[in-house]
């Protein structure tokens, strides 16, 4: 099946400062990422909708500015969470969508961000 | 907003007794999917039922879809240790995808 990668799967960064996450489709090419969040014992709230060459659909109450997504190839695309502070931590989820006649999205295994 | 409702929020089983899940939605969809997540971990796509479909079965896995209640149901036959997880449902329309609230199913041995 599709496989879907992030990097990192942890990562621990000091409020104010930035910090990317990668989401790749490692044998297939995807024009459509999801990026969501979850919060511990949650569900995944969908944040934004990153198209291969365009800009990024946000869900309304998630800011653009805090979490820019660039999705420049068809197999990258990445979550900056800027200027993070603790309310930023949180469980990160991507996830790929194959094309076809089958909807199907491939989840990547998540990045744990912790901020201080 | 959530649009999906599960119950039960918990569930605690024996190994080898079925465990059902049940999943309840809002608004007209084009699939419903279900996904289990281990702790910490990312998930893993199940079954999709299309909203023409009624039932329909994969392994130890049996799908529900009632478009008229919109509820749709999850029974896991025969459940193991290693079933252990959290079960989404997740309703598909137009291309994006709407989590339930979950159910955590424990199977103890």
């Known amino acids: 099946g599709a496989v879907v990668s992030q990097h990192p799967s942890r990562v621990i960064c000091k409020s104010g400062t930035s910090v990317k996450i990668e989401c790749r489709s490692l044998?297939?090419?995807?024009?459509?990422m999801f990026w969501y969040r979850q919060f511990p014992k949650k569900s995944l709230m969908l944040m934004a909708t990153?198209?291969?060459?365009?800009?990024?659909?946000?869900e309304q109450g998630v800011e653009k500015d805090k979490f820019l997504i660039n999705h420049a190839s068809l197999t990258l695309s990445t979550l900056t969470v800027t200027s993070a502070h603790p309310e930023d931590s949180s469980f990160y989820i991507c996830?790929?969508?194959?094309?076809?006649?089958?909807?199907?999205?491939?989840f990547g295994p998540g990045t744990r961000l912790t901020v201080t | 907003s959530q649009q999906g409702e599960e119950d039960p929020q918990a569930l605690s089983i024996q190994e080898g007794e079925n465990a059902t899940m049940n999943c309840s939605y809002k608004?007209?969809?084009?699939?419903l999917q279900w996904y289990r997540q281990n702790s910490g971990r990312g998930l893993v796509h199940l079954i999709l039922?299309?909203?023409?479909?009624r039932e329909k079965h994969s392994g130890r896995l049996r799908v529900t879809l009632d478009t008229s209640k919109k509820s749709s149901s999850l029974l896991i036959t025969a459940s193991r240790a290693a079933d252990t997880a959290s079960y989404f449902c997740?309703?598909?329309?137009?291309?994006?995808?709407?989590f339930g609230t979950g159910t955590q199913l424990k199977v103890e041995l």
């Open positions: 996830s790929a969508l194959t094309g076809g006649y089958t909807y199907e999205q491939y």
């Open positions: 044998d297939f090419q995807a024009t459509t």
């Open positions: 990153s198209n291969e060459g365009s800009k990024a659909t946000y």
């Open positions: 608004t007209s969809i084009n699939n």
């Open positions: 039922i299309r909203s023409n479909e």
């Open positions: 997740a309703t598909e329309r137009g291309n994006k995808l709407t």
